[in-house]
């Protein structure tokens, strides 16, 4: 078995497939393991280690983290601050996340499992529900069920990570994004805590303590496969070095995974993300203008700038400009897994992630490093009307005296990890099942892995139900091979 990619996806599939007794080689490009949940040293003279440009991975679901034996603290997840009782939302929020609640509360349980089909998952939820989450653009939901722009703006921003699509773009792309983001959080429940610190070496450890090898700086460039195996050639400082396998498994994304089995570049396929993602270590959390208290809402994601200002940035970046103000999430990690600071969170230190949106890659197509500097004063600008105090006078310095700031435009994503665009999760989101009509006749089939070659599987981002959810790729490419042996 050879897994091209060593992303966390790449190492949940190895480590389950080493377990069940298969000879599993990974093949990473990078000289680290983890992929975009690799935990790196962000800023020098200082411990913190963490994802670079993640802002909060989903946790791993519970039966991963227990079927591989992983030691990762639990915790619930928190939640975003509903509208207060007496607010003009407070009633259409609560009905709202419980008609959000009966979709995810369906389908969550089926990721580790065949498809199901939609027929299956439809008739076990209310009808107003899933027409509003399923069939109508969000946004069209949204505009109906609240009145207050900050709410609109909170419910709104889940649908916009990493796309610029319009909120009422009828190809439902928003809500396929706004449907997985959810998945990957589900609320309340006692959740092992998200992988952006050591998760991802825990996972590789687990992964190589059942046997399988992994090898970094090796850079596959082509997968020759057929229905009943396939070759892959990879390249590093040695050399290059071909392996043939009875399945290879793809942690690639879809459009590099083509190019690898010899299709050529398709420009006009080429995902493209949108993200603005910047990363902080300040010396203290920063007060809020709201009074709340920074520690609850940093950790549950602050939303910055409401309905219409995502509406405006939107159209600011359709015609090409960077949006005036720049909307997006800020969040603090650090406040949910504290081992990401070292011995620097005693200090009071915290890390603070920000996600821009409507920041797509068309707009730092020239001049990459003025764009990208220009973008995060404005999203500086933005964050600084929540807060008392400019978040800039709470950045710590490194040993050379330079903010504690680092800050990645899609380009910048596509270069770190080689993310076609840039793309958060290596195209498009599907629906987290099969349509009614899917074939469903091989094992790669029934769990959303297949690719147009018999051998070659797919196990990372690219999977029917990988999106945000982390390790649900490679668990179920695991189990199809596992079945189909
Ligand atoms: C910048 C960024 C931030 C994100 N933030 C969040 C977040 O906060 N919360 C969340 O839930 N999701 C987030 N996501 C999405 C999430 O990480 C993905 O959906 C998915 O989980 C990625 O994991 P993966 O293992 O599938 O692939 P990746 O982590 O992308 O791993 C793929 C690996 O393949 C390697 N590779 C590529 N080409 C080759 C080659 N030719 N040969 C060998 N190796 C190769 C890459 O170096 C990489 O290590 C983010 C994604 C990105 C890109």
């Known amino acids: 078995m050879t897994v091209v990619g060593g992303g966390h996806n790449a190492l949940v599939a190895a480590a389950y497939l080493a377990r069940a007794g298969l000879s599993v080689l990974v093949l990473e490009r990078l000289e680290r393991r983890g992929g975009v949940a690799g935990a790196t040293d962000l800023f020098p003279g200082h411990g913190a280690r963490f994802a670079r440009h993640s802002s909060f991975l989903s946790p791993l679901p519970l039966g991963v983290v227990e079927e591989l034996g992983l030691d990762l603290p639990r915790a619930p997840l928190p939640t975003p601050c509903a509208p207060p009782p007496g607010h003009d939302d407070h009633e259409a929020w609560r009905a709202f996340h419980t008609d959000v609640a009966g979709v995810i509360d369906r389908v969550a349980p089926t990721l580790l499992e065949p498809l199901p089909v939609e027929r299956a998952v439809r008739e076990a939820v209310d009808d107003a529900a899933w027409a509003d989450l399923v069939l109508r653009p969000i946004g069209e939901t949204v505009e109906r069920r609240f009145t207050d722009d900050t709410v609109r703006g909170l419910v709104a921003a889940d649908a916009l990570v990493g796309t610029s699509a319009s909120l009422h773009d009828p190809s439902l792309a928003p809500n396929r ?17 998200p992988l952006g ?10 992964a190589v303590e059942a046997g399988a090898e992994i090898l970094t700086s090796a850079g596959v460039s082509r997968i020759e496969g057929g229905d009943e195996g396939a070759e892959v050639t990879w390249h590093d400082a040695t050399g290059g070095h071909t392996v043939g396998s009875r399945h290879v498994l793809s942690d690639v994304a879809p459009w590099v995974l ?11 396929s080429k995902p493209a993300g949108s993200q603005l993602a910047i990363t902080m270590l300040v010396e203290r959390l920063p007060s809020l203008r709201s009074g709340d208290d920074p520690a609850t809402a940093l950790a549950a994601g602050l939303p910055v700038g409401g309905y219409a200002g995502l509406e405006q940035a939107r159209l600011d970046a359709a015609e090409g400009r960077l949006p005036a103000a720049l909307p997006g999430e800020l969040r603090s990690p650090s406040l949910l897994e504290t081992g ?28 990459r490093d003025a764009r ?22 709470l950045l710590a310095t490194d040993h050379d005296g330079s903010p504690c700031l680092t800050a990645a435009v899609p380009q910048d994503v596509e270069d770190d990890l080689a993310t076609p665009g840039g793309q958060l999760f290596h195209g498009d989101l599907e629906w987290p099942w099969a349509p009614n009509r899917a074939r469903l006749e091989t094992p790669a089939q029934r769990w959303g892995v297949q690719t147009d070659v018999g051998s070659v599987l797919v196990c990372g981002s690219g999977a029917r139900r990988a999106g945000v959810v982390a390790g649900v790729g490679g668990h179920n490419a695991a189990q199809a091979v596992l079945e189909g042996r």
């Open 177 to 193: 994004t706004f449907l997985h983001r959810h998945l990957g959080r589900r609320p309340g429940a006692d959740q092992p805590l």
């Open 197 to 206: 610190g050591r998760g991802a070496d825990l996972l590789a450890q687990a």
């Open 258 to 268: 083509r190019i690898l089995l010899g299709d050529g570049e398709d420009p006009d």
């Open 340 to 367: 990401v600071l070292g011995d620097e969170s005693a200090d009071g230190r915290h890390l603070l992630t920000f996600l821009g949106h409507h920041t797509p890659a068309a707009l730092f197509a020239h001049d």
């Open 372 to 393: 990208r500097d220009e973008a995060v004063e404005r999203a500086l600008a933005s964050i600084d009307e929540l807060l008392t105090e400019p978040v800039r006078s």
